[in-house]
């Protein structure tokens, strides 16, 4: 009996919500590889003779490779988790497809934690970028600043872990009672915790490597504590499975009470005259109240929509430009080449806070005070506007804190515009619309990146020095000054878009906007139990 036991609760594990959102966080800390770019761009940029601005191009379409994932939304649509996941494995350059299949598939399954969620899943990716290079060192040590090897470990790492998790990640429908909430919230926040612990790890383990030279073993030891690190969660999905395994009636007796809903009887539908095609059009265009399932196209057409997306270009896109010219920005400001993956981890680290905090904050003061999140998002922006001005003016030894202030800051808003896409246009269609809003970044980093950035990069090197040379290289304030004081002003415009956003938006954040999650998941318990009762009067009888 205790083996049969044993063996249910592993398939009970194995096949339950926590189970699956751990397989999630997994994938997701494998998902940010295309934040070190700046590590080995330098390599690139003097293997093939590119300019600056021919190096942001390749930046762009990494950036297209792991955002653009409209295409992976829509099969989304019609496929299961599992086959999306195949996917991206088996083209690696899709990053988007690892996104769609996973993280929007946890939003789905935990829709009243979404902004939890999605804050601790956009956590690990921001990780993944520090988490990359313990492993990428324990594997090659330092390389004598060689990173070629890198690109060899993003290809195949991130790929292997979806496969890994392909039968775990899937919708998973669990009726609950009303007081199962709070013991979510307690299991989130122990995986709070724990990357928490990961990500002081990782910013020491930065600094003690930043100062001492570690020997190959040394940093085999450090990814080896990052593994174990990487594990610890599974602590607490043992714990959540064990709790519903061992359910008692007591914990039944805590559940509402049964109650049955009877449709009241409408009338028939007068008769209406046909439609014409016209009206048929305008009507399929008409938004339905905000909250609501809208379709792809309602959704597309909608003025939120556009605010959004507008925002999220011109917001979001400038903190790209920074994390991927971070090589250059550092090489132009005198900072030797062994900081350049200093540089990259602290992002990480910082872009992972931004994220965790602006998940869990926004949560707890969207349902404390109804504050809306879209004018958290402005305000975080504002923020950003500081760590764009340190670059711009170079001041000496500022980098340091520029960088904590744009990967806080990109971190902290990108969590709460994906949140926001699934609160004002609802769920059904979220695997599209989540991509919808991805797209946004690429474009703000083809326009402010390659257009602005790179083409100042190379106007002021050729300045300095004869345009024949192989390599392109600017040294001094002035190769970022201007175009970092462009991306300022565009960032000040985006937090204005925002907060005209938030401003649309106030009469419905001010409202529960969880309340029909809830009246659902009290539905589908009493569903569950109306069911339970009856197979136990059929045992009865019989």
């Not at 989304?76 to 990053?95: D, K, Q, R, S, Y």
């Not at 711009?392 to 980098?399: D, E, I, Q, T, W």
């Amino acid at each position: 009996m205790a083996g049969a036991a044993a063996a249910a609760f592993a398939l009970q594990v194995l096949r339950g919500r926590w189970f699956m959102a751990y397989g999630s966080f997994l994938i997701m800390s494998a998902a940010g590889a295309t934040y070190i770019f700046a590590i080995y761009s330098k390599d690139i940029k003097s293997t093939l003779g590119y300019t600056q601005e021919q190096l942001n191009t390749v930046g762009f379409f990494k950036d297209v490779g792991a955002n653009i994932g409209i295409h992976a939304g829509l099969i989304a649509e019609v496929t299961p988790p599992w086959f999306v996941l195949a996917i991206g494995a088996a083209m690696n350059l899709g990053g988007a497809f690892a996104n769609t299949g996973a993280l929007v598939t946890c939003v789905k399954n935990f829709p009243e934690s979404r902004g939890v969620m999605l804050g601790l899943l956009k956590g690990f990716v921001g990780l993944s970028g520090a988490i990359f290079t313990q492993l990428y060192r324990a594997f090659y040590g330092d390389g004598g600043g060689n990173t070629k090897p890198i690109i060899l470990l993003v290809g195949w790492l991130p790929a292997a872990i979806s496969v890994a998790f392909l039968a775990t990640i899937r919708i998973i429908r669990t009726p609950r009672a009303p007081a199962a909430a709070r013991r979510e919230y307690r299991a989130f926040c122990g995986f709070l915790y724990v990357s928490l612990a990961l990500a002081a790890y990782l910013l020491v383990a930065i600094v003690l490597q930043k100062r001492f030279k570690f020997t190959t073993a040394e940093y085999g030891v450090s990814a080896a504590v990052v593994f174990a690190a990487l594990l610890a969660p599974m602590a607490i999905v043992l714990r959540e499975e064990a709790a519903l395994f061992r359910k008692t009636p007591e914990t039944e007796a805590d559940a509402p009470a049964l109650s049955v809903v009877t449709a009241a009887a409408k009338p028939p539908p007068a008769a209406e005259m046909p439609a014409t095609p016209m009206e048929k059009a305008m009507r399929a265009l008409r938004p339905p109240p905000r909250g609501e399932d809208y379709t792809i196209l309602q959704a597309l057409v909608s003025v939120d929509m556009l605010l959004l997306f507008t925002a999220t270009v011109f917001g979001v896109g400038g903190t790209l430009t920074a994390i991927d010219n971070m090589g250059q920005i550092g090489e132009s400001l005198g900072y030797p080449q062994r900081s350049i993956a200093t540089f990259v981890s602290l992002i990480s680290i910082w872009n992972y806070l931004g994220r965790v905090s602006a998940g869990f904050a926004s949560e707890a003061l969207l349902s404390r005070y109804r504050i809306p999140r879209p004018l958290l998002v402005s305000g975080v922006l504002l923020l950003t506007v500081l760590g764009h001005l340190l670059i711009a003016f170079g001041v000496p030894g500022s980098l340091y804190a520029a960088l904590v202030l744009i990967g806080f800051c990109f971190g902290a808003a990108y969590p709460m515009i994906l949140a926001i896409i699934s609160e004002v246009f609802g769920l059904k269609y979220y695997s599209t619309m989540y991509n919808v809003g991805n797209v946004a970044c690429p474009v703000g980093s083809y326009i402010l990146n390659v257009r602005v950035a790179g083409r100042m990069y190379d106007h002021e090197a050729k300045r300095q020095g004869p345009a024949a040379t192989a390599e392109l290289t600017c040294i001094g304030v002035r190769c970022y000054k201007d175009s970092f004081l462009i991306i300022t002003a565009v960032t000040v415009a985006a937090a204005l878009v925002m907060a005209v956003l938030a401003w649309r938006t106030r009469k419905f954040y001010a409202e529960d906007i969880y309340a029909r999650f809830r009246e659902n998941a009290v539905a589908g318990g009493d569903l569950e139990r109306m069911q339970v009762e009856s197979k136990k009067q059929t045992v009865y009888n019989s």
